[in-house]
């Protein structure tokens, strides 16, 4: 090889750290070539425990991996990538701290970027809905729903108190799921410890489905358990129905329906940044199609893989679904394509993968799951997906922290302590509706004026 080689892979989640796992074991001392790594935030993102995160299960620190940790012969940069120019080989990165714009060039990229949250252009639910992507995104769900229930719990009206513990989630893939299963347990264990002021019946918790079933993913059978599960539990599911618009205290359904509720999760969709969006190439779903061996068309130095990629599946003609499981699969093709590309060989691989299973939590231990064609419900199910996900998680003090907190946490009462501050409307209004505080005030304050 004449000089160093420079491979630039940006996204730093599932699918880039893979990436970067593999050349690394590679080209351990191969000093022709470079790998550097370009992600917007400073660790590594495990997801599938996020909604564990917003109950309290898990601690923050438990599911982040520092990526200097697995960075050990990549140079690792913190940057937003704001554009990238496929004809010149060059990407431009934008540092988060002062906004200084840095120009990197490769010979070979890995587009590796994922997918950002879809609200179908509804700026009115994009603004008064949660949503569950991020650390922040999980803490806030928890801050949140903590004050609430410390609201409630001082409301006598009912119908407010109800409007209080109302959490509409929409969007019933794995995020939604999982999320209301967990924040269920959460609220109901939170009331019985704490909260003895409230009325569990005013608890109402609701997931909305585009679907006639929820975890379309796991097909009908199962996914006809985990909506029989979810009903037992106390969740009220709406089948076949979009949420079409939102206020700070209301969700209005396609049905007609509105519910009152101060807490809205958004899990519907996914769409691509711009950055991906704009790139010169073909798209399928704003996503970047690539060929069989997951790089651009008549382009043998980029790959793409992962959420933000159009990978077509030859048996079914539709498209890979967008799964941490798939993403780490495309990896390991991505890794021997691109060793392929470099040595100037011709054996690439094809990506082909038929996945051998699919699960979910979706309650206190309960799960579903689908094993080599075996279909699991209950305990048997959440047992299966704990062990799974905490072999998958990065790094044996990780994996320790989360055991440990799994353990701790389901010993002890939820923990309610509120470390954050919300900036938020008020909420001693419910269309029209006084609360019973209010109306005493009033009367009292114009018997003095009297
Ligand atoms: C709540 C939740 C639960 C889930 N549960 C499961 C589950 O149980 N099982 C399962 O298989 N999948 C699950 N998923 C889906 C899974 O998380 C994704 O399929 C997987 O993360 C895709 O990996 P990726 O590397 O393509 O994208 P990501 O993991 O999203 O990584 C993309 C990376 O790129 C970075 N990035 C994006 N844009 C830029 C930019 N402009 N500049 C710099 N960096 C950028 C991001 O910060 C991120 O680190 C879940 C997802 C969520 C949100």
């Not at 991020?134 to 903590?146: E, P, V």
């Not at 959460?186 to 608890?203: A, G, Q, T």
């Not at 923990?415 to 509706?433: A, E, F, P, Q, Y």
């Amino acid at each position: 090889m004449q000089s160093a080689k420079k491979i630039l892979i940006l996204g730093g989640g599932f699918a880039g750290i893979s990436v970067l796992r593999q050349l690394e074991s590679s080209f351990k001392n191969n000093e022709d070539i470079q790998i550097t790594l370009v992600n917007e935030d400073n660790f590594f993102l495990f997801t599938p425990m996020l909604p564990e995160l917003a109950s309290g299960m898990i601690r923050p620190s438990a599911i982040s991996i520092p990526l200097r940790m697995v960075c050990k012969k990549t140079e690792f940069i913190q940057a937003k990538v704001s554009s990238i120019d496929l004809k010149s080989k060059l990407v431009a990165i934008t540092r988060p701290f002062d906004g200084m714009v840095k120009v990197l060039s490769y010979d070979y990229l890995v587009i590796a970027m994922g997918g950002t949250t879809n609200f179908f252009g509804n700026k009115k639910i994009e603004k008064h809905a949660f949503t569950i992507k991020t650390i922040q995104d999980a803490i806030g769900i928890k801050t949140h729903l903590i004050h609430m229930l410390e609201i409630a719990d001082t409301e006598k009206n009912p119908a407010l108190q109800e409007k209080l513990l109302t959490v509409v989630v929409v969007g019933a893939g794995f995020a939604g799921v999982e999320t209301i299963g967990e924040l269920n347990d959460f609220v109901r264990d939170s009331v019985k410890s704490y909260y003895h002021n409230i009325n569990p019946e005013n608890i109402k918790m609701i997931l909305v489905s585009a679907n006639g079933v929820i975890l379309p993913e796991l097909g009908e059978e199962l996914g006809k358990k985990a909506y029989e599960s979810l009903q037992k539990a106390g969740i009220r599911i709406i089948p076949n129905t979009k949420a079409v618009d939102a206020g700070e205290d209301f969700v209005f359904l396609g049905n007609g329906e509105t519910i009152p509720c101060e807490t809205m999760i958004w899990t519907a969709g996914v769409t691509m940044d711009s950055v991906i969006a704009d790139l010169d190439c073909e798209h399928k779903s704003g996503k970047i199609v690539v060929d069989k061996y997951l790089k651009l068309a008549n382009n043998d130095t980029v790959f793409a893989l992962g959420d933000c990629a159009a990978i077509t599946d030859t048996k079914t003609g539709g498209l890979y679904p967008p799964t941490a499981q798939h993403a780490l699969r495309q990896s390991k093709i991505v890794s021997h394509n691109l060793k392929a590309m470099i040595f100037g060989r011709t054996n690439l691989k094809p990506f082909n993968f038929e996945s051998k299973g699919m699960m979910a939590i979706i309650g206190k231990r309960d799960g579903i799951a689908k094993i080599s064609g075996h279909s699991l419900t209950g305990m048997s199910a959440w047992l299966i997906w704990k062990t799974y996900y905490l072999m998958m998680l990065p790094t044996f003090e990780k994996k320790l922290k989360v055991a440990t907190d799994w353990t701790v946490n389901s010993l002890f009462t939820r923990d309610i302590t509120l470390v954050r501050k919300i900036k938020r409307k008020s909420v001693n209004h419910l269309d029209g509706i006084e609360s019973l505080d209010q109306v005493l005030f009033r009367s009292e304050t114009q018997a003095k004026t009297n």
